[in-house]
């Protein structure tokens, strides 16, 4: 496995991570403890060593699940986990819960400790920019928890431009957690340059744009009743049929280079910049497997060139988020 190193940070991780979201929570119902605890395990044999999970997925569950997981062979990986998104009570909205006030980050950390299994977090991310407090306020928390020996590295999710310059002045910002994927380049203009400025690594959160473009999902395809995608304005019946183009497109490169379309897709963000470490979500070990595969294959200057000129002839259908999540990304 390549290992990359995220920004100027020092931390170094596998080219690909693993999200380990859906195996919990979010993709309909959790899925089977022992299963994932066996994938978490075969992902480290196949020299996986970056895993992501949150105290909100489940709650909780989800951190047991990669703690305990993980403990066995807890020197060889990189645990990144996630702060100020309250779990929200039975009949809240997602996210209608932000907090990040110090006393709650001071007292969040030891409940992640805890279900990790750990003495300390590799990379703690603010979950989303919580309005009500300071961003120079939660820097400052996680600047004393990694002074502590908490934590190692600060992290932020979905943070503008100037919250992440206003956040690293405070304390090094390691790296960004945003969604970011072929079919989703919003970051290009405004959040990649300061990144790179700034000497800051990107994850990108949903590479596979939440498994479409692993080209299995289609118009027809039909997901649990429990699946948050049911609430994306991206997979909506319409969307889906429509966005079969970008599909199509991933396979006439998959078929020059010999790859699949989950493939291609990540193959190409690894070409964007070195200090991007996608972290694509699986609860199958043939689905890393082929997710691997990725870090194998390489393009030429005019090989993207001519792949960025198709995607710019693509007008992708719908919205990430419905209006009542959008709010909550790019403060």
């Not at 990790?116 to 603010?126: A, K, N, S, V």
């Not at 690293?168 to 203009?189: D, F, G, M, N």
């Not at 700034?198 to 959160?205: A, R």
Request: proline share 6%; charged share 25%; aromatic share 6%.
């Amino acid at each position: 496995m390549k290992l990359r190193q995220l920004g100027n940070s020092g931390l170094e991780v596998s080219a690909l991570g693993l999200g380990c979201m859906g195996m919990s929570y979010s993709r309909g119902l959790p899925k089977d403890k022992a299963e994932m605890t066996a994938l978490i395990r075969n992902a480290v044999d196949r020299g996986i060593i970056f895993f992501d999970t949150a105290e909100v997925y489940g709650p909780f569950v989800n951190e047991e699940l990669v703690g305990e997981a993980l403990e066995p062979v807890r020197d060889r990986v990189i645990i990144a986990t996630k702060f100020g998104e309250a779990p929200a009570y039975p009949g809240e909205p997602r996210w209608s819960r932000l907090d990040s006030r110090p006393e709650h980050i001071r007292q969040a950390v030891e409940g992640s400790l805890k279900r990790l299994r750990t003495d300390f977090i590799d990379l703690y991310y603010q979950h989303r920019v919580d309005p009500e407090v300071p961003i120079e306020d939660v820097a400052g928390a996680v600047k004393d928890l990694i002074v502590a020996g908490k934590v190692k590295h600060f992290g932020l999710s979905e943070a503008g431009a100037q919250t992440i310059r206003r956040a690293h002045a405070v304390q090094p910002v390691a790296a960004l957690q945003s969604e970011y994927s072929i079919w989703w380049r919003e970051l290009e203009t405004g959040i990649l340059p300061t990144l790179e400025e700034l000497g800051i690594g990107l994850v990108p959160y949903s590479p596979l744009g939440r498994g479409y473009l692993a080209g299995a999902i289609d118009e027809n395809t039909k997901l649990d009743d429990s699946d948050f995608r049911n609430t994306l304005p991206r997979f909506s019946t319409e969307a889906r049929k429509a966005n079969r183009v970008v599909i199509d497109l991933l396979r006439r490169v998959g078929q020059k280079k010999q790859a699949t379309p989950a493939q291609v897709a990540l193959a190409w963000l690894l070409a964007q910049k070195p200090w991007i470490v996608p972290i694509p979500g699986s609860t199958r070990l043939d689905r890393v497997e082929e997710n691997l595969g990725a870090t194998g294959i390489e393009f030429t200057p005019g090989e993207l060139r001519d792949l960025d000129l198709a995607l710019s002839k693509i007008t992708v259908k719908g919205d990430r988020y419905p209006q009542s999540l959008a709010q909550h990304t790019g403060r």
